[in-house]
């Protein structure tokens, strides 16, 4: 099946009523009237690819229905039924969808100001990462396609651009699914889970640097002329309990606890590394998810959301899908679906419990010097 084993995902919940077509009335008039960043810049895996991989050779694809079932009835390479966490994200900013990099000429490559997305389905922080499936494009590829494309961005002041813009990175899940997981791979016998958490965060870090490109030499502990400065990236959610792990794992409960608890290293490496990443970096802000919380919140409060099924998917790839897509907190085995996607970015977009040290509407407005 198709995308089943692909990224997994770390997202979050404010309010119920409306969330599927509008978030929050704020986000809809927002999304009419200002543009509150001038860019969104997207990276990471298929919790955010909007069909990158339709034009790769791979076989991490979403291009069929009923992905995008809810996404007027339309398989544009998105891993849900419907719309993304960036999707959401960009609504609220004011901003059009990030489209796909893979699925521009050069020139709409140039003259797309408002954002882009370079998100590849089973990609991670390591290289090796998904190669099974064919040639996505790794974090580095991504990034580097990323550095090019912002020398040749038209635009008047790319310095000022960048430092405003927003640049969400979505990945890590698959580094444990289809790295240190698999049997195959031998990675979970050669590391501590300790050990292995520190290492892939240090990988992460070392790609976030990137983002602070410079046409010049200039020493770390300053900010280049040409460089991003707000960022937000996921943390891991519970691998454990996704559908497509959960049944291909022994264990008790709902979820296999063994691999949730590998994930916790990494969550308080990762957060430790983009605090101090920030303090390093003056006039830098990353916003880190705490994506297990949040699942763990919605569990326990689906009832608020109007979810009935926080353990099974809505679709198994075999028949047709679930006809009440939103009472599912996952759409296929391994992928959240549209209204698991609205809950997290209410949540981020709102509060600071979920996506701190700041939320986004407090990102946005945080200064540039």
């Known amino acids: ?59 991490a694809r979403a291009n069929s229905l009923p992905y995008g079932i809810d996404f007027n009835h339309t398989a544009t390479g998105r891993f849900t039924n419907g719309m993304t966490v960036a999707d959401y994200f960009a609504r609220f900013l004011g901003l059009p969808f990030a489209p796909p990099y893979m699925n521009l000429s050069e020139l709409e490559r140039r003259k797309t100001t408002t954002g882009l997305n370079f998100a590849s389905a089973a990609s991670g922080i390591l290289p090796e990462t998904g190669s099974f499936t064919g040639s996505p494009l790794t974090l580095d590829n991504q990034t580097d396609l990323f550095k090019m494309t912002a020398k040749t ?3 008047q002041n790319i310095k000022m651009h960048l430092a405003k813009s927003i ?19 031998k990675m979970n016998k050669l590391f501590s889970p300790d050990f292995f958490a520190k290492s892939l965060t240090e990988e992460l870090v070392k790609r976030l640097k990137v983002f602070f490109v410079s046409l010049q030499p200039i020493s770390f502990n300053e900010l280049p002329s040409i460089s991003a400065r707000k960022f937000v ?34 969550n308080k490496e990762l957060f430790m590394k ?8 003056h006039g830098s802000f990353f916003v880190h998810t705490d994506t297990f919380k949040f699942l763990q919140e919605l569990k326990e409060n689906k009832e608020k959301y109007g979810i009935t099924d926080t353990q099974n998917a809505c679709w ?3 028949h047709d899908p679930c006809p009440v897509r939103d009472r599912y907190i996952y759409f296929d085995s391994a992928h959240p679906s549209q209204i698991t996607n609205s809950i997290f970015a209410s949540r ?4 600071s419990s979920i996506c701190t040290p700041m939320n986004i509407m407090q990102l ?4 540039v010097e």
């Open 1 to 59: 099946m198709k995308g089943v084993h692909l990224g997994i995902f770390g997202l979050g919940a404010i309010i119920f009523v409306s969330l599927q077509r509008c978030l929050i009335f704020s986000i809809c008039d927002n999304a009419k009237n200002t543009e509150l960043v001038p860019a969104l810049y997207i990276f990471g895996d298929s919790t955010v690819d909007a069909g990158n991989n339709n034009n790769l050779s791979t076989a």
């Open 153 to 155: 961005l038209d635009v």
């Open 167 to 185: 640049f969400f990175i979505s990945t890590g899940s698959n580094d444990y699914i289809m790295n240190y997981r698999n049997i195959a791979s």
């Open 233 to 266: 990236v996921t943390g891991l959610g519970p691998v454990g309990c996704i559908p497509a792990i959960s049944r291909s794992t022994p264990h008790a409960g709902d979820c296999a606890e063994s691999i949730n608890q590998a994930l916790l290293s990494y």
């Open 274 to 281: 983009l605090s101090k990443l920030q303090s390093q970096l």
């Open 316 to 318: 198994e790839g075999k």
């Open 348 to 351: 981020c977009l709102n509060e």
């Open 364 to 367: 946005v407005s945080a200064g």
